[in-house]
């Protein structure tokens, strides 16, 4: 194939399933970029593609082995301390968000970082 020939169908299905090389990939991605034949034909093939990966990635558990799982998320979430790391990260961003706000009106020197002026 080269990028005047259009894939065929399984080709683009490939593509949307991630089978092909990253030569062929890219003449594929190639040929979508000028083509929108092959584009919308590639788009419904990525969707059906997604919609049977997320159909298949449930699988049905029994409910003693569903509570199980659900329990050792729950303590690997509460372990994982997310709140304190979110409040970290905010108040982070807040300080440096303020800090660029008011470096402008206090002048360039740098005394934020140790307290006194350079």
């Not at 020939?5 to 490939?14: Q, V």
């Not at 990253?22 to 093939?45: N, Y």
């Not at 690997?76 to 706000?101: F, K, Q």
């Amino acid at each position: 194939m080269n990028l005047t020939e259009h894939p065929d169908p399984r080709t683009l299905a490939g593509l949307a399933a991630g089978h092909l090389t990253g030569a062929r990939s890219d003449l594929v991605i190639a040929h979508l970029s000028e083509c929108e034949t092959c584009l919308a034909l590639a788009d419904r093939l990525w969707d059906e593609h997604l919609a049977e990966i997320a159909g298949a990635a449930i699988p049905d558990l029994n409910p003693e082995v569903a509570e199980r799982v659900e329990y050792g998320l729950w303590r690997h979430v509460r372990r994982s301390d997310l709140g304190g790391d979110m409040i970290r990260l905010s108040t982070r961003l807040l300080l440096s968000g303020s800090v660029a706000l008011l470096q402008p009106l206090l002048g360039s020197q740098q005394i934020w970082s140790t307290g006194r002026k350079r």
